[in-house]
């Protein structure tokens, strides 16, 4: 992950890091909101069920678990561990020359890839798209800072947060039981080939040439079925 990250030209989780570091209160601020997600998804429950209705609001937290239940099995078959769990001191002040080895690593968390915090984030986006508008312009802020800090604190790398794009889209349509769309399988089947190309073409993804490309058109498929 952190080679494939290299083919954007620089290492993002850590030109986030150093950015943070340089703004002490953008630091607290997006720090703050990634760690009151569980709270915001819990105020959008609340409100979903008072604006909208218990069927709304139910199927929010429908699509919440299985992001959770879904995520937690990839990253059994993908485990892998943030920048700041295998640099340690280098991050985020020096992006290191590596080279793609197998490593043994300590007995901490590998839960990166996808990113659930971005899977919840997209899922929140989409699920209080239709409340009031003072509520969304606030959501869309504290997505914002979230995602800011997803990348930047040294738990993900930018690929984990692109491939939960796809991965949220392949699970809305689980959430909705619509396991036959063409746009399930679509995006299940991208979800498997990031998976696949990052596991064993680790030379190849982290060309520029092959990572612009291929960013744009997760990003393209995703958002064309997702809507």
């Not at 678990?65 to 099995?73: D, E, F, H, Q």
């Not at 280098?90 to 990113?115: G, K, W």
């Not at 995006?187 to 520029?208: E, H, I, K, Q």
């Amino acid at each position: 992950l952190y080679a494939a990250d290299g083919g954007f030209g620089f290492q993002p989780a850590f030109a986030g890091g150093r950015l943070l570091l340089r703004n002490p209160w953008l630091w607290r601020l997006s720090e703050l909101c990634y760690a009151n997600l569980p709270l915001a998804m819990a105020l959008l429950y609340f409100l979903l069920r008072t604006r909208r209705g218990g069927k709304e609001a139910g199927k929010f937290v429908r699509f919440a678990v299985l992001l959770a239940i879904s995520g937690y099995c990839l990253y059994f078959l993908f485990p892998a561990v943030g920048p700041a769990g295998v640099f340690h001191r280098d991050f985020p002040y020096r992006a290191p020359a590596v080279q793609v080895i197998p490593t043994a690593m300590p007995l901490i968390e590998r839960n990166c890839m996808p990113s659930l915090h971005t899977a919840w984030i997209i899922a929140m986006l989409w699920s209080g798209a239709r409340l009031a508008a003072w509520f969304r312009r606030a959501l869309w802020a504290f997505s914002a800072f979230t995602l800011l800090y997803t990348v930047s604190g040294g738990g993900h790398y930018l690929v984990d947060m692109i491939v939960a794009v796809p991965f949220t889209v392949a699970v809305r349509y689980l959430a909705r039981r619509d396991w036959r769309s063409p746009g399930f399988a679509a995006n299940t089947a991208l979800v498997v080939f990031w998976l696949a190309l990052l596991r064993f073409g680790t030379g190849v993804v982290s060309l520029p040439a092959v990572l612009y490309p291929l960013t744009f058109a997760t990003m393209a498929l995703a958002y064309a079925s997702g809507r």
